[in-house]
């Protein structure tokens, strides 16, 4: 939904806030993809060479790719939620919705014992950082919104800034266990104990992660840490192999692998 339609993208990169022009930028580089993979790089040559010209979106692109602006728009779409596809299998919570306070507070005000309406209320406030409103909401979750999982992860993020490492381990297995499985609750679980020093078990969560998002470096970063430090020269190859893939604008790690491979 968020997408913006491929007509309009020359002005989304200067006419939206922040949030919105890093929206634009990572939807640019996934309709150069699509284009260069569907249609091959010929075409994109072409596109590149009217744009040149002084032409417009509306006049290249069907000239180009013999369809209308609407019939591509509504290609990219359907290949892009096929390959999010994976992302239906986990939970997680949005935290861009909270991004206005006062609807927030006013709906927690007129529901002060809706567990969904305060939980909402406290993904708010983490997300607007107020640590103070939050300690006081946050005990309240725990007997008014026990079950909830939009509760259940702000008192994990909670627990983790408040350095409770024990209680947000509890916290995230029981996400887990009451439908929260996903790449959040795999990924914080992994880190944890990886903070543990138990690096097999740490390694099984943080592979669970990466199945939920295989786009995401970050399992692959704390694993590649984790095995230099243990001297696990085979996995630690495996490691810099997957966030290699995912991070093609580095050149240490293939240097890196490229030392460990000689």
């Known amino acids: 939904k968020r ?3 491929l007509a309009s993208m020359n002005t989304a990169f200067t006419r939206q ?4 022009v890093l929206v634009a930028y990572y939807q640019g580089g996934l309709l150069a993809r699509h284009f260069v993979d569907t249609y091959g790089l010929g075409k994109m040559r072409k596109v590149l060479k009217a744009y040149a010209k002084g032409k417009r979106t509306p006049q290249i692109f069907p000239q180009v790719y013999g369809k209308s602006i609407a ?50 209320l406290a993904a708010a406030y983490y ?42 381990e509890k916290l995230l297995r029981k996400l887990m266990a009451s439908g929260g499985d996903g790449y959040f609750a795999r990924f914080e679980l992994g880190r944890l104990l990886l903070g543990q020093k138990k690096l097999k078990e740490a390694a099984r969560e943080l592979d669970a992660a990466k199945r939920f998002d295989p786009e995401r470096k970050a399992p692959y970063q704390l694993l590649v840490r984790a ?36």
């Open 17 to 20: 806030g922040l949030r919105g």
């Open 127 to 168: 997300y607007h950082r107020k640590g103070k409103e939050l300690s006081k909401l946050v005990p309240k979750l725990a007997q008014l919104a026990p079950q909830n999982k939009t509760a259940t992860v702000v008192r994990i993020r909670w627990a983790r800034r408040k350095g409770k490492a024990a209680e947000a």
């Open 3 to 5: 997408l913006t339609p």
């Open 227 to 262: 095995y230099r430090r243990a001297k696990q020269k085979n996995k630690l190859i495996g490691e810099l192999k997957g966030l290699a893939e995912r991070n093609q604008q580095s050149y240490r790690i293939p240097m890196e692998l490229t030392m460990l491979l000689a």
């Open 71 to 120: 019939a591509l728009d509504a290609e990219f779409r359907a290949k892009e939620l096929a390959r999010l596809a994976h992302y239906k299998k986990t939970f997680f919570v949005d935290f861009g919705r909270y991004t206005k306070l006062a609807p927030w507070q006013k709906a927690a005000k007129a529901k002060p014992k809706d567990p969904q309406a305060q939980a909402d």
